[in-house]
């Protein structure tokens, strides 16, 4: 399967550029517009869901840009909800809401993991088929987790490469997203346990920032980090909003501090650079178009029968290949999408224009 995570990338390259409007319903802050799709696949009639962590995030706009073409070619009706808030109580009133429409599938990136777990078991009683990507759910709430990596895996490449950039020694820091988000506090706990290694002994870990994935509020974090560690080397931020806003403060105010950690091509291609000029030397992430198809594939199988979600269970993702449901390490299930990708110098012109 992981070996065709390159091919399935370039697959999604090729149809990004093509998509144009939206033919399923879209929410943005409670405005919704619809217009049903009709077709011949074995979803047809059938209404699937997605629920983003927030409005204005590019990365989640290309989730559910994945989402939606998927589930609109087999037919389906696609909903799309971007709640105006990376909070659990904006994704409860949306899934309240969805139950209410009846829809037959809901896919979710989680802002809380434990927050959303009532209404979620609400919509499962309800006999809606409940997923997530991206972000987790209580494993209690979900039927099986959309994962775009696996955890150890992005845990080792961030650690190796804070290492490598600060030269093995240092104060270093982590810009995160919100301090409820499942999918970075899984990937921080990692990197302090990957830290453990005698390798690693030389690093000093001073703070963990929270920018809740707000551009602004990220800026002002990248800047008290500066003002508060005059000896940090490498800031790491697995967010996409994150690194985006440290970028730009480190390029802009020309500092010696360097950045890694996961961001979209499109948005860091003017600060990825190994010399003085850039502040990012390099970076990892995975194609969240396929993000967005995977868990439009896993939803349609689920509705459809063809998997429960439990561990053993296997199924067809289209042109992405065979996908496997295997255990998590939280005691539920979930399904890789592949590795992280590395972006650097050699290759960001190139991914630049596909996300």
């Known amino acids: 399967m992981r070996k065709q995570m390159v091919c399935g990338v370039l697959c999604a390259a090729m149809v990004f550029g093509t998509l144009t409007g939206c033919s399923g319903k ?91 777990q009532a209404a979620l078991e609400d919509a499962m009683a309800a006999g809606i088929k409940v997923s997530c990507l991206d972000s987790k759910v209580n494993k209690d709430s979900r039927q099986t987790f959309v994962n775009q990596a696996g955890i150890k895996e992005i845990g080792q490449a961030l650690m190796e490469a804070v290492y490598d950039i600060s030269g093995g020694e240092g104060d270093w820091a982590i ?20 830290m453990k290694e005698e390798k690693y002994s030389k690093l000093n870990l001073v703070e963990v920032a929270y920018g809740d994935d707000e551009p602004q509020k990220s800026t002002d974090q990248t800047q008290a980090l500066l003002s508060k560690y005059p000896d940090l080397k490498v800031i790491c931020a697995p967010t996409t909003v994150g690194i985006n806003a440290a970028a730009k403060v480190l390029q802009d105010e020309k500092s010696k501090v360097k950045l890694t950690g996961l961001g979209l091509p499109s948005e860091m ?10 502040s990012c030397p390099y970076m990892y992430l995975w194609n969240p178009l396929d993000v967005g198809s995977l868990g439009a594939y896993t939803s349609m199988a689920l509705v459809e029968g063809k998997i429960t979600g439990k561990a053993g269970d296997k199924f067809k993702a289209g042109d992405m290949g065979d996908y496997q449901v295997i255990e998590a390490s939280d005691g539920g299930t979930e399904i890789i999408l592949g590795p992280p990708f590395k972006f650097d110098s050699s290759n960001i012109a190139e991914w630049k224009s596909v996300y």
């Open 26 to 116: 879209t929410e943005t802050g409670g405005k919704q517009s619809s217009v049903a799709q009709d077709g011949g696949g074995s979803s047809s009639g059938k209404t699937y869901a997605v629920i983003t962590k927030s409005a204005g995030n590019p990365y989640n706009e290309k989730i559910a840009q994945g989402f939606q073409k998927v589930i609109e070619a087999e037919g389906g009706t696609c909903i799309i909800k971007h709640p105006e808030s990376a909070t659990a109580d904006a994704q409860v009133s949306v899934i309240q809401s969805l139950i209410s429409q009846g829809v037959d599938s809901i896919c979710i990136a989680g802002n809380d993991e434990n927050a959303l």
């Open 175 to 194: 810009l995160s997203a919100t301090s409820q988000a499942t999918n970075q506090n899984a990937w921080i706990e990692s990197m302090k346990e990957v």
């Open 269 to 278: 291609a003017e600060y990825i650079g190994d010399d003085e000029a850039h």
